[in-house]
């Protein structure tokens, strides 16, 4: 279980094993694309060897971001979702450039022999018997294997990173609107007890005046005095005679 802006959820058992697969396809594809640079360089393969290494780095930062509780809080959803877009289109370009870079050895040529001076790049040069034309560089059949296998493994490269890209916004949308209830949650229970409250005191208020009228007088202030009873109070008396002498 991880636990992220206040809400537990519970990591993919996969995304572990999507984070090994990316650092060892960059392993690969960083060695095939050196030992075709150890006999000639070229730009391609000094593109893919650099996002080989920036693999790594991204890997081990969304590896420990998740895994390592010291270390979560360094793990900012926005930064997240902008390296993986990066990283998906730097492959991208990568696959592109490795397989035009293989289709440009379309000329068939026979090599009369090579020689290695022992130099980390570029230690090779090899001497064409014939051909069309000048040759800027040869490969043979293994290089233009490990060609193609570099454009293919920076294919997979990028859809595990497109998969991880997709991860991550479900997950950030899901966030938003979880944030998004919570920030509701109190005002309507703050509403619901304002309800309660008034209807408690309506209820106290109509048992106060229940038990006033069963003593006859009002819940406030002396009752007045019905009509009727203050005409008969002013009537003159039953033996009345009005010709008594005045005193």
Not at 8 to 26: C, D, M, N
Request: with cysteine.
């Amino acid at each position: 279980m991880e636990e992220h802006n206040g809400s537990t959820t519970r990591t993919p058992v996969w995304l572990p094993i999507v984070f090994v697969a990316q650092f060892v396809l960059a392993v690969i594809i960083l060695g095939l694309s050196a030992y075709i640079i150890h006999g000639l360089y070229f730009d391609t393969m000094g593109f893919t060897i650099f996002t080989s290494l920036l693999t790594w780095f991204v890997v081990v930062y969304n590896f420990t971001t998740i895994y390592v509780g010291s270390l979560k809080r360094f793990r900012i959803q926005y930064a997240v979702l902008g390296i993986d877009a990066v990283m998906m289109i730097f492959w991208l370009s990568a696959m592109g450039a490795s397989a035009a870079l293989r289709a440009s050895f379309k000329y068939s040529v026979t090599i009369d022999g090579c020689y290695n001076d022992g130099s980390l790049v570029n230690s090779s040069t090899c001497v064409v018997e014939r051909g069309m034309e000048k040759r800027a560089a040869v490969a043979t059949s293994t290089g233009l294997s490990v060609l193609s296998a570099i454009a293919g493994l920076s294919a997979l490269e990028m859809l595990l990173l497109f998969g991880c890209l997709v991860f991550n916004v479900l997950e950030w949308n899901r966030s938003r609107k979880q944030a998004s209830t919570t920030a509701d949650t109190p005002q309507k229970e703050h509403e619901g007890y304002q309800m309660e409250a008034s209807q408690q005191v309506y209820e106290q208020s109509s048992q106060a005046d229940a038990h006033h009228e069963s003593y006859g007088q009002a819940p406030y202030g002396p009752q007045p005095i019905p009509l009727h009873e203050h005409r008969t109070s002013i009537q003159p008396p039953t033996g009345y005679q009005p010709n008594l002498p005045a005193y």
